[in-house]
């Protein structure tokens, strides 16, 4: 497979990226992996092509502003062979047909040199600036790739920008199970890169006795190029590959001396005079190298003339800044990742919590005071049932519903414990305690009210407790999740389950109520106590209270309105019913609630029952 390799006017302003065949390529100032961003004179699409397995087919296209010049005059199409070129602008892009292949067949070094970080940091650069302006591209080149093999493409220009006496330059690694003998060009077939490790072997000094050639680890070649695009096959040391590897350090290999390195004696199979590889340590680059490999006497851009081998120690120096920095963004970028992933699963306030503590602290489950609420969907089996036939757009929008859940107990701190088909729990309280818990359900619950009132299409019920619970990874042997457990759990159920009937969009329990009436502003929530309620199969009674938003928010029932309805509360607990019902009257019509003892209150002739004790048992869940 060629290659195409675009060049601009200063060495940084390279890539180097496989040709696949069949498939149309656009070349442009923008957009994609084939883009040339450094030249202006190229257009946002300014080049067609496609390589049908023998030649590359160019076109210029019709939105080019600037013409493409093959052998110094403009063309709109041709084909080109290996080792042609045509310019855009100041770029050239060059198709080159070389091949890469890791060697055990190099001839012994006649210097060999291993460099501690220790002893590097002594070394000191004679061209400073230059490698700073290189290294300070890292951070963009790492977070602009798109994947690891793009990754690849921008280290390997990022290198020969910053070695300047570099003739070629690679990314290796050593891949789990693969034999010397195998064929390695770095890329699996259909050009994806194969997941990297390093063996446990790859690190222990070799025998005293050679192994059996195929069982040795095969260095893999993920991404390579060479400046000069005509010149032979590049062939990395497999030696010197794994000696870094094994010693985790930087290794040099001289294979000629600077006097008998003249350009005229280099060809193809000469290979390199020298080469190094810098191991890029730590978990996220494991078994990864960068390989630097160039000749003495070669004048490059950039480098100072030199014949002594030992000056190579600033371009290992560079080289191995490359890769600890490598290293240490991109497990930044794999935490980020991992951090978002977990995010799916856990709450921020759990992450956070995770971050600095050990996790079997953590979520080890303990006791703790907890507020808890319930959320669930109004109308959802009527739902079904309407779309029997559209069951991925109706799990569409319960997911959006449920989302809508989930958004704001977490944007309250809260944690999300679990999901009960087209309900949501959440509670707060752990894994810190929180002395404003009941603040943050509360405006949680009123801001699940208030988004699903005005856009999700379904109704919702919530039910908020307060009370000691259970909280942390719960479960089995098998299976464990992150929720709570305890009475409060159920309570805050049979509530969201009584919103049903009472007709209020949220219940909260005698505790929680009496927090907010102590410690919520009045602008951020509203309390009013309906009932004492017998609830379906238990024999406790239980006051419950709604939540309101704010008067600004819900002018329909002022606070004068919530005065008469626990005014007419007070009178039918007392047994004082004609009373109740007239105040109840004073309230409008359009409030659902109320009903609840207008209903009782009619239903028994406006008279209490001679047994009356103030509770009104329901007769279902």
């Known amino acids: 497979m060629p290659d195409l390799i675009a060049q601009g006017t200063e060495a940084q302003q390279r890539w180097r990226r496989p040709l696949p065949e069949g498939q149309e390529i656009v070349l442009g100032r923008f957009g994609g992996v084939w883009a040339v961003p450094w030249d202006h004179q190229v257009s946002r699409r300014h080049v067609g092509l496609s390589w049908n397995g023998r030649r590359l087919e160019v076109q210029r296209l019709p939105e080019a502003k600037n013409p493409v010049f093959l052998h110094g005059k403009e063309a709109e199409r041709f084909e080109l062979s290996p080792g042609e070129h045509f310019v855009v602008g100041q770029t050239t892009f060059t198709l080159a047909d070389q091949q890469v292949d890791v060697t055990v067949d190099q001839p012994a070094p006649v210097q060999q040199q291993s460099f501690s970080s220790q002893y590097l940091k002594g070394v000191q650069f004679r061209n400073p600036d230059h490698r700073i302006e290189v290294l300070s591209r890292l951070p963009d080149v790492i977070s602009g790739a798109a994947g690891d093999k793009e990754l690849f493409v921008r280290l390997v220009s990022m290198l020969l920008a910053g070695v300047p006496r570099a003739d070629a330059a690679a990314v290796v690694a050593v891949e789990e199970g693969r034999g010397a003998g195998d064929e390695g060009r770095g890329r699996e077939e259909g050009g994806e890169e194969s997941v990297i490790r390093l063996p446990p072997s790859a690190l222990r000094p070799p025998p005293s006795s050679p192994a059996p050639r195929p069982q040795s680890p095969a260095p893999l070649v993920m991404h390579w190029d060479q400046r000069l695009a005509i010149t032979g096959n590049f062939r990395p040391s497999q030696g010197l590959i794994l000696e870094s590897l094994r010693q985790g350090q930087s290794v040099l290999h001289v294979w000629r001396g600077a006097a008998s390195a003249s350009p005229e004696s280099y060809t193809a ?6 080469a190094f590889c810098a191991p890029v340590l730590g978990k996220s680059c494991r078994g990864w190298g960068l390989y630097v490999a160039g000749r003495f006497n070669v004048e490059q851009s950039g480098a100072t003339p030199s014949s002594d081998p030992t000056d190579l120690r600033e371009d290992v120096k560079f080289t191995e800044l490359v890769a600890a920095m490598l290293s240490s963004l991109r497990q930044m970028r794999l935490l980020e990742h991992r951090h978002a992933t977990l995010s799916q699963f856990f709450s921020p306030v759990v992450l956070d919590s995770l971050a600095d503590e050990d996790p079997e602290v953590v979520l080890a489950p303990r006791e703790t005071e907890v507020s808890v609420i319930f959320c669930d969907l109004r109308g959802f089996s009527r739902e079904s049932e309407r779309q029997a036939g559209d069951l991925l757009g109706l799990l569409q929008r ?16 809260g944690v999300v414990g679990d999901f009960q088909g087209d309900a949501a729990m959440g509670f707060w309280g752990w894994p810190l305690p929180q002395e404003d818990a009941v603040l943050r359900t509360c405006r949680a619950a009123l801001a699940v ?40 759990v159920n ?33 951020v929530a509203r309390v009013r106590r309906l009932a004492i309620v017998r609830p379906y199969g238990l024999d406790t009674p239980l ?33 004082k019913w004609p009373q109740a019902f007239e105040l109840l009257h004073r309230i409008p019509a359009q409030d659902q609630v109320k009903d609840f003892l207008v209903v009782h209150i009619a239903r028994h002739n406006r008279r209490p029952p001679p047994d009356w004790d103030g509770v009104v048992p329901l007769a279902s869940k």
Request: glycine residues 8%; without cysteine.
């Open 491 to 523: 309570l805050a159920s049979r509530l969201e389950g009584m919103t049903k009937i009472i007709q209020a969009p949220i219940l909260l329990d005698e505790a929680t109520a009496r927090i907010v009436r102590r410690e919520v502003p009045r602008d």
């Open 269 to 274: 199979s000469d290979s390199f005079d020298w």
């Open 398 to 413: 319960v997911s959006k519903a449920l989302g809508v859940m989930t958004h704001h107990i977490r944007e309250q701190g």
């Open 449 to 488: 009210r208030a988004e699903f009132e005005a856009a999700t299409g379904f109704r919702t019920g919530i039910g908020v407790a307060t009370g000691p619970a259970v909280a942390g990874k719960i479960g089995t042997v098998d299976q464990v999740k992150v929720t709570v457990f305890g009475p409060v």
């Open 543 to 575: 006051e419950v209270s709604e939540l309101l938003p704010p008067v600004a928010e819900y002018p329909e029932l002022t606070d004068e309105h919530l005065e008469f309805y626990e005014a007419a509360l007070d009178a039918f607990l007392s047994g």
